[in-house]
């Protein structure tokens, strides 16, 4: 099939590769230039393990190209995917206006039928606006459906994500569009849902906020470790293994942080209001993702008495392993804090530090984990990077000035730590999650 996506962002830039792998003739389009010049000579913009090496096999292959206009998408795919950023506003509401910029262009290059179809995160009933705002603009009779077909897709796992989904979700309200949509998806066709569009796009915001929720629980449980003596490692096993509750999503740690559980979050809790229903709930998940941060400041302050001075090195700076992306990333605001409170920052990351470096003046950026110890009061982890558990830490521990470890992702055993003649402090892990 033709298809069509609009938008070369992460989700952009997978959901076209992914097409082209499944046999589909995909044309990925986006208006910044310069973003497809660089994809034309093969650089890949953003860090997505298995992503270039698909890229290249399906340019290779002829069924992935790149454009730069809507009209050569709309003449291109039968399905059009709209795969543009809704940013959040200081409201917390998302920025719809590129999908409505995207719309009215739809509209004017609508000659014959088309299914135009919502990928990006949108609040529910925006597909009904979509479907106004292209009427609006195009000529009169003309053609299309609007669906629902949100993405569930995690960044550093993007591909693998893709082409072995636990669902996809289809949220069509006509049998044309259902049609397309099935025959697009025919590989996952035991896995496809048929939904109305308005039910697909709060499945999204629903799921998203769910597995905001359960991380938000497991480290409010962490914090009652904290105080009992109890270990959430083994708390979260023992409730992970209840088929209703299932293990994946129970990691206590420093808070959850990326491009989409802050800003989905938020943007649920403020379509939720607009709606007329407070969803005091999730601003409690809000409320004690902030608070898991400020919780590790104050065991690191702990530590050291007076930060002032110190020297700090901290592991990690993106949101997650396996990725690049920092966008609202409790490391970042951690390493600033540090920074203000007046320690010198050190820190390291496998393949975040670019990116940071853009947003984060005033500490230093160092060329390797080794490097971010050496002569360091404390070693503060961020993310759980497989480097940093595989870290020789004996020779962590020669490095630094004192062997102070406050580890917010417990990478180590706390016993083992400690034999090693580390001072260790973890989350959630009894007395080894203190003091906070
Ligand atoms: C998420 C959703 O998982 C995905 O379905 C959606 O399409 C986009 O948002 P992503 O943001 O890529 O994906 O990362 P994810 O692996 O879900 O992790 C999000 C954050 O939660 C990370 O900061 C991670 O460190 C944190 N997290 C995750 C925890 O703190 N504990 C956990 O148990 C799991």
New binding site residues.
């Given amino acids: 099939m033709k298809v069509s996506v609009i938008g070369t962002g992460y989700?952009g830039l997978v959901t076209g590769t992914i097409f082209a792998e499944l046999g589909h003739d995909a044309l990925c389009i986006d208006s910044d230039g310069r973003k497809i010049d660089a994809l034309e000579a093969g650089r890949i913009p953003i860090y997505e393990p298995g992503l270039d090496a698909l890229i290249a096999l399906n340019r290779k292959a002829g069924k992935l190209r790149f454009g730069r206009s809507i009209g050569e998408a709309m003449k291109h795919g039968q399905v059009v995917f709209i795969c543009v950023g809704t940013p959040p506003l200081p409201s917390g509401a998302p920025d719809l206006s590129a999908i409505d910029a995207v719309s009215r262009e739809i509209a004017k290059h609508l000659t014959e039928y088309r299914v135009i179809v919502e990928k990006s995160?949108v609040p529910v009933q925006t597909g009904e606006k979509v479907r106004v705002a292209i009427a609006k603009y195009a000529k009169a009779g003309a053609e299309f459906d609007v669906v629902s077909n949100?993405?569930?897709?995690?960044?550093?796992?993007?591909v693998q994500?893709a082409l072995n989904p636990d669902r996809v979700v289809v949220g069509a309200e006509s049998d044309r569009a259902r049609a397309l949509m099935l025959e697009l998806y025919e590989p996952f066709r035991n896995r496809t849902i048929l939904t109305d569009i308005k039910s697909a796009e709060l499945i999204?915001h629903a799921?998203?906020s769910f597995?905001?929720l359960?991380?938000s629980f497991?480290?409010a449980v962490a914090n009652i470790c904290e105080l009992s003596g109890a270990d959430v490692t083994q708390v979260a096993r023992g409730m992970g293994l209840d088929s209703r509750i299932g293990a994946?999503?129970?990691?206590?740690?420093?808070?959850?942080?990326?491009?989409?559980?802050p800003k989905?979050v938020d943007a649920f809790v403020d379509i939720s209001s607009r709606l007329g229903y407070d969803f005091h709930l999730l601003r409690e998940v809000q409320r004690i993702n902030q608070d898991q941060r400020d919780r590790f400041l104050k065991k690191i302050e702990a530590e050291l008495w007076v930060v002032r001075g110190k020297k700090i090195g901290v592991w990690g700076l993106s949101?997650?392993?396996n990725?690049d992306?920092i966008r609202?990333?409790?490391a970042i605001r951690i390493c600033a804090a540090l920074r203000d409170a007046g320690a010198r920052v050190s820190a390291y990351d496998p393949k975040g530090a670019e990116r940071a470096k853009e947003v984060l003046a005033g500490i230093e950026f160092a060329d390797s984990a080794m490097a971010a110890v050496e002569g360091a009061d404390c070693l503060a982890v961020c993310?759980?990077w497989d480097e940093f558990r595989k870290a020789d830490m004996d020779k962590v521990k020669a490095a630094m000035a004192h062997p102070t470890v406050i580890d917010g992702?417990n990478i180590w055993d706390p016993a083992e730590m400690e034999k090693k003649g580390f001072t260790y402090r973890s989350v959630g892990r009894g007395a080894a999650g203190g003091p906070a």
Avoid: H, M, Q, W
Avoid at 150 to 158: Q, V
């Fill in positions: 989700v995160t949100p993405e569930f897709l995690r960044e550093g796992s993007a994500d999204k799921s998203n597995l905001a359960k991380i497991i480290n994946a999503f129970l990691n206590a740690g420093i808070g959850y942080g990326g491009s989409c559980f989905d949101f997650k392993p990725t992306d609202e990333s409790p993310t759980e992702r």
